[in-house]
């Protein structure tokens, strides 16, 4: 069971990437996919998180009304439409998955991935 996030790279401030989450092994119908970041020094935080039962979650504050989570299950995939980047956005990007809800609690998740690079630029 894998999850491998890609779409990531370096785009100047103000500008726009997708990333996407996408699932070997395992389908997506019974877990909810989280997107996670981290900055060099700093712990992994929860970006945001999409399941069936709960729709679509975001936990920080910093990206609500920039960023997108939407899933497309017949692909199993999730991805992340990030607007608007700022310079604090540049980070590395997880997808993980926990069983049908979602939580805040970054431990519970399992099956990350290697990560993407976003570096934004000002």
């Known amino acids: 069971v894998q999850l491998q996030a890609s779409g990531g790279g370096l785009v100047q401030a103000g500008g726009s990437l997708r990333l996407s989450c996408a699932a070997a092994g395992f389908t997506f119908d019974n877990y909810a996919i989280g997107w996670f970041r981290q900055a060099p020094g700093k712990e992994r935080e929860g970006v945001s998180c999409?399941?069936?039962?709960?729709?679509?979650?975001y936990f920080l504050d910093s990206v609500k009304g920039r960023f997108t989570i939407s899933s497309d299950y017949a692909k199993n995939t999730v991805y992340l439409q990030m607007n608007n980047l700022k310079p604090e956005d540049t980070a590395i990007y997880y997808c993980?998955?926990?069983?049908?809800?979602?939580?805040?609690?970054?431990?519970?998740?399992?099956?990350w991935g290697q990560g993407t690079l976003v570096t934004v630029s000002s």
């Open positions: 993980a998955a926990v069983p049908f809800f979602c939580t805040r609690h970054v431990n519970a998740f399992r099956s």
């Open positions: 999409i399941s069936r039962s709960d729709g679509s979650l």
